[in-house]
């Protein structure tokens, strides 16, 4: 799930609209509610990152492109009315080795002097899984159960109490419908040699 095939395959194909939209309100937490969204092209062009910092770097590049792109679809004149981007990153990697124990952070452009935001309609939120340590039992959240699952799916069996059973059904069900396919090529290609 940590890939980037893993990631498409579980949240960036229309018949997974409903895994991504659950996972995209729970990061959100009723900042915004994600009704339905449309795929687009989610390829953005990045160099090989030489530094694990440079996550920020390619963060502020990916939503002023996004931003960028908004903008030439705004109204003629000088009236940009432009939707909410939010840069969302669940990384697999420490992004301060020294700091274990954060593992969510949540960004915005904001004035330093009185902590005032800005701009709202502009958000970075980075999850990282190395720093995620609670135990199956102690999830609290949605967003929770998805980092444990994100980060445990190999290990899980499909049937965790602790986990909710429509977000982790229809995970198991793709990982079903994979192994069969699996399978059936593994079959065909046997019966060719």
């Known amino acids: 799930m ?3 095939f893993g990631w498409k395959l579980y949240f960036g194909r229309e018949e997974n609209k409903e895994n991504l939209i ?11 509610v994600v009704e339905d969204l449309s795929y687009s092209n989610v ?4 160099d090989l ?12 590049s990916y939503t002023s492109r996004t931003i960028s ?25 420490r992004l ?9 952070y949540s960004a915005k452009i904001f004035d330093e002097l009185d902590q005032e935001v800005l701009y709202p309609k502009l958000s970075y ?41 429509r977000m982790l059904s229809r995970i198991f069900i793709r990982l079903n419908n994979m192994y069969k396919a699996d399978e059936r090529s593994l079959n065909f290609f046997r019966i060719e040699i």
Do not use: C
């Open 2 to 4: 940590l890939s980037d």
């Open 22 to 32: 659950n996972l995209l309100n729970s990061l959100l937490e009723g900042e915004h």
């Open 43 to 46: 390829e953005e062009d990045g």
């Open 49 to 60: 990152p030489y530094d694990r910092k440079v996550i920020f770097d390619r963060g502020v």
């Open 69 to 93: 792109r908004l903008t030439k679809k705004a109204t003629a004149g000088n009236n940009y009315e432009l939707p909410p981007v939010y840069f969302i990153a669940v990384l697999g990697f």
């Open 96 to 104: 301060d080795p020294l700091n274990r124990a954060k593992y969510y």
């Open 125 to 165: 939120k980075m999850f990282v899984l190395p720093n995620f340590i609670k135990p199956l039992s102690r999830l609290d959240t949605i967003i929770d159960q998805w980092m444990y699952l994100m980060k445990h799916l190999d290990e899980l069996d499909g049937s965790s109490k602790y986990l909710d059973k």
